[in-house]
C-alpha cells in the first residue's frame, strides 16, 4: 500500500503544482472534474447504506455550480441553486408515489451533497481566481498537509488522549495540537517562500501566513471528521478506489473542501 500511495503521490503532484500555476480553464476543468468525481463516490457511499439520492442531480447539481462559478463567480449562483433545489424535490416526489417511502430523506441527502461538494467545493475555484490566487492556493492547501502530516507522526507516536472516538479512534488531542503547531510554522514559512516569489507589493507576509496556517491547523479536521461520519454510518471503509493506497477522490478533497472555504473568506475579509 505505501508504494502504490507514494507512486500516485509522485503522479499527482507535479501534475497539481502544474494546474494551480498554470490556473485559468485548465485548473478550473481539473477542479470540476475532481468534485464530480467525489459527487460519485457521495452517491454510491450512500446507497450503499440503502439510501437513494438522485445520482445525476447530484453529479450534474456539481458540474452547474463549478461551471457557474468559473464563468462568472457568484452571480449565478442563485438560480443554480433555486433549480437544483427544486428538481431535487420534484425528482424525489415522484420516487415517494413510486414507491420509495424514504424519499424525504433521499431528498436531503441528494441536497446536502450538491450544495457541499458544489456549492463548497467551487471555492477551490474562487480561491485561486483572487489576485495572487495561486500563491494563496499554495498557502492554504499544504498547510493543510502539514497539520494532517504531523498530527499522524506525533499522534502515533505519543498520543493518548482520543480526539474522537467514535468517528476517527486513531486521531488524539496530542496528534491533532501538534498539527496545529506544524500548520501555524507551516504556513509562516511557506507564506516567507512565496513572498519573495510574489515580489513587491505582496500582500503575502509570514505574518498573514500564520494567520491562515492557524485556520488551517483548527478547522479543516472536521471536514475529514465530517466524510468519517457518512462512512461509519454506511459500514464503508474508503470513498472509492481510484486513487490506490489513497482510496476515492472524496477521501482526499474532505479536509481540503473545508481549507478552500475558510481561506477564501479569511483572505477577502478583515481578518487579513
Given amino acids: 500500500m505505501f508504494v502504490s500511495r507514494l507512486l500516485v503521490t509522485i503522479i499527482l503532484l507535479p501534475v497539481g503544482l502544474a494546474l494551480i500555476a498554470l490556473g485559468g480553464w485548465p485548473y478550473q476543468a481539473f477542479i470540476t472534474l475532481a468534485l464530480c468525481l467525489a459527487a ?4 454510491k457511499l450512500f446507497r450503499a447504506g440503502g439510501y437513494q439520492p438522485a445520482g445525476a442531480l447530484v453529479i450534474g447539481g456539481v ?8 464563468v462568472n463567480g457568484f452571480e449565478s449562483g442563485g438560480w443554480i441553486i433555486s433549480l437544483i433545489v427544486l428538481a431535487g424535490m420534484a425528482y424525489h416526489l ?15 441527502i441528494t441536497l446536502a451533497g450538491t450544495l457541499y461538494l458544489g456549492w463548497i467545493g467551487a471555492y477551490f475555484i474562487s480561491l485561486r481566481d483572487l489576485p495572487e490566487g495561486k500563491w494563496w492556493v499554495l498557502l492554504a492547501l499544504p498547510a493543510v498537509w502539514f497539520a494532517d502530516s504531523f498530527a499522524f507522526l506525533i499522534g502515533r507516536q505519543w498520543g493518548r488522549h482520543k480526539l474522537s472516538p467514535r468517528l476517527s479512534p486513531k486521531k488524539t488531542w496530542e496528534g491533532y495540537l501538534a498539527g496545529v503547531v506544524a500548520s501555524v510554522l507551516g504556513g509562516a514559512l511557506l507564506a516567507f517562500l512565496w513572498q519573495i516569489g510574489a515580489g513587491p507589493g505582496t500582500a503575502i507576509t509570514a505574518g498573514r501566513g500564520a494567520i491562515i496556517g492557524l485556520a488551517m491547523g483548527i478547522f479543516p479536521v472536521l471536514g475529514d471528521l465530517g466524510e468519517s461520519m457518512i462512512k461509519r454510518q454506511v459500514g464503508v471503509k474508503d470513498s472509492g478506489n481510484l486513487l490506490p493506497g489513497h482510496g476515492g477522490v472524496f477521501d482526499r478533497v474532505d479536509s481540503w473542501l473545508w481549507a478552500a472555504v475558510i481561506g477564501y473568506y479569511m483572505i477577502t475579509s478583515l481578518w487579513l
Avoid at 40 to 43: A, N, P, Q, R, S
Avoid at 63 to 70: E, F, K, Y
Avoid at 94 to 108: I, N, P, Q, V
Fill in 40 to 43: 460519485w463516490e457521495y452517491v
Fill in 63 to 70: 458540474l452547474l455550480i463549478a461551471v457557474g462559478r468559473t
Fill in 94 to 108: 415522484s420516487a415517494y408515489e413510486r414507491g420509495r417511502d424514504k424519499a424525504a430523506t433521499d431528498l436531503a
